[in-house]
């Protein structure tokens, strides 16, 4: 018996697959797994329970052996994910229930780096705040014609100073990354594809095509040497999960700071943040 009938002996994929989702869903097609962020009302909009969800997923497909490349895309045109549910922290002053209470984005990040497969970004509308930083650590990005770009933690009190920064750094440079974060501009495609940001811009109506077609192809190339080679370019990164650690905790005790309530509340009432009774520096 060979590893891979041992596992499929000890995991039916098809029960793991029986998993109810509300937040995303999961669809194995070839040998794509399809992973989408499905909160349109709330732009996809991540809280504890989509990212506990989303972790799910992608153990499930790091698991199944059919699976070669996973796609992860926002459901509907506008979004693909713009991050951290900004009216959940308003509201609660963290992104709600979870699984093992806790608020395991770090460790998504991370297991989007682990996972010995491709991960390819469809990004079908705003990627924004932690929906970015989901683009910036796949290992490729396609974009819709439609999407659009950037960070937006500074305007509404967070910040990523983990992957979402110093892995930007690497992928734009410095200044753009820079210009980013400190700006909360947003990119067209067009742009996107100018810095580096994606690989590829299609029409809306082709993005999940395109995407799909990624897969084929890479599914049939060797997945011992795809894996290795993955790990070989996290490797040089890999001690940005020291900082991502860091950031987490650091965010944890800004998120709740009268200055990081202030960004979330602001968003919340549709007014703009007043940060000016925070300037404080010693
Ligand atoms: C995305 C916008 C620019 C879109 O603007 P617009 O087209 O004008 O549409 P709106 O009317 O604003 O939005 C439509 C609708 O969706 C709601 N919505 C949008 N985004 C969110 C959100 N993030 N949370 C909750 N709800 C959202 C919006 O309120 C509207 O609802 P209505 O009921 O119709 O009013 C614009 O919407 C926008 O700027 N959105 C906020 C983007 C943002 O600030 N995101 C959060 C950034 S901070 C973050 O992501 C932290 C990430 C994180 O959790 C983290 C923590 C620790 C370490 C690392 C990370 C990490 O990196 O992930």
């Given at each position: 018996?060979?590893?891979?009938?041992?596992?499929?002996?000890?995991?039916?994929?098809n029960d793991?697959?029986?998993?109810?989702?509300?937040?995303i869903?999961y669809v194995?097609?070839?040998?794509a797994?399809?992973?989408?962020?499905?909160r349109?009302?709330?732009?996809?909009?991540?809280?504890?329970?989509?990212?506990?969800?989303l972790?799910?997923?992608?153990?499930?497909?790091?698991?199944?052996q059919?699976?070669?490349?996973?796609?992860?895309?926002?459901?509907?045109?506008?979004?693909?994910?713009?991050g951290?549910?900004?009216?959940?922290?308003?509201?609660?002053?963290?992104?709600?229930?979870?699984?093992?209470?806790?608020?395991?984005?770090?460790?998504l990040?991370?297991?989007?780096?682990?996972?010995?497969?491709?991960?390819?970004?469809?990004?079908?509308?705003?990627?924004i705040?932690?929906?970015?930083?989901?683009?910036?650590?796949?290992?490729?990005?396609?974009?819709?014609?439609?999407?659009?770009?950037?960070?937006?933690?500074?305007?509404?009190?967070?910040?990523?100073?983990g992957?979402?920064?110093?892995?930007l750094?690497?992928?734009?440079?410095?200044?753009?990354?820079?210009?980013?974060?400190?700006?909360?501009?947003?990119?067209?495609?067009?742009?996107?594809?100018?810095?580096?940001?994606?690989?590829?811009?299609?029409?809306?109506d082709q993005?999940?095509?395109?995407?799909?077609?990624?897969?084929?192809?890479?599914a049939?190339?060797?997945?011992?040497?795809?894996?290795?080679?993955?790990?070989?370019?996290?490797?040089?990164?890999?001690?940005?999960?020291g900082?991502?650690?860091?950031?987490?905790?650091?965010?944890?005790?800004?998120?709740?700071?009268?200055?990081?309530?202030?960004?979330?509340?602001?968003?919340?009432?549709?007014?703009?943040?007043?940060?000016?009774?925070?300037?404080?520096?010693?």
């Amino acid at each position: 018996m060979n590893i891979h009938s041992h596992i499929e002996e000890r995991f039916d994929m098809n029960d793991l697959m029986e998993q109810k989702f509300d937040d995303i869903t999961y669809v194995v097609e070839d040998a794509a797994a399809i992973v989408t962020i499905n909160r349109p009302e709330r732009y996809n909009a991540f809280r504890s329970q989509t990212v506990d969800e989303l972790i799910t997923a992608f153990n499930l497909a790091w698991s199944d052996q059919r699976v070669r490349a996973v796609i992860l895309t926002g459901s509907g045109e506008k979004a693909f994910c713009t991050g951290g549910d900004v009216k959940q922290r308003a509201e609660t002053g963290d992104y709600g229930p979870s699984e093992l209470g806790r608020f395991r984005i770090g460790d998504l990040h991370k297991l989007m780096r682990d996972i010995p497969k491709p991960v390819i970004a469809a990004v079908n509308g705003i990627a924004i705040g932690g929906g970015h930083v989901l683009h910036v650590i796949s290992d490729v990005s396609i974009a819709s014609e439609t999407a659009r770009f950037g960070q937006a933690g500074p305007r509404v009190g967070s910040f990523d100073a983990g992957f979402g920064s110093a892995y930007l750094s690497r992928v734009v440079g410095e200044k753009k990354a820079r210009e980013i974060w400190f700006w909360c501009r947003q990119y067209t495609a067009a742009e996107a594809l100018d810095m580096g940001l994606v690989n590829k811009v299609v029409p809306a109506d082709q993005l999940l095509a395109e995407a799909k077609s990624w897969v084929a192809e890479v599914a049939a190339l060797s997945p011992t040497a795809i894996r290795f080679l993955k790990q070989s370019f996290n490797a040089d990164t890999d001690h940005q999960a020291g900082f991502s650690n860091m950031a987490m905790t650091a965010l944890d005790i800004f998120g709740v700071s009268p200055e990081g309530m202030e960004g979330a509340t602001a968003f919340a009432a549709k007014r703009p943040a007043d940060f000016a009774p925070h300037v404080n520096w010693h």
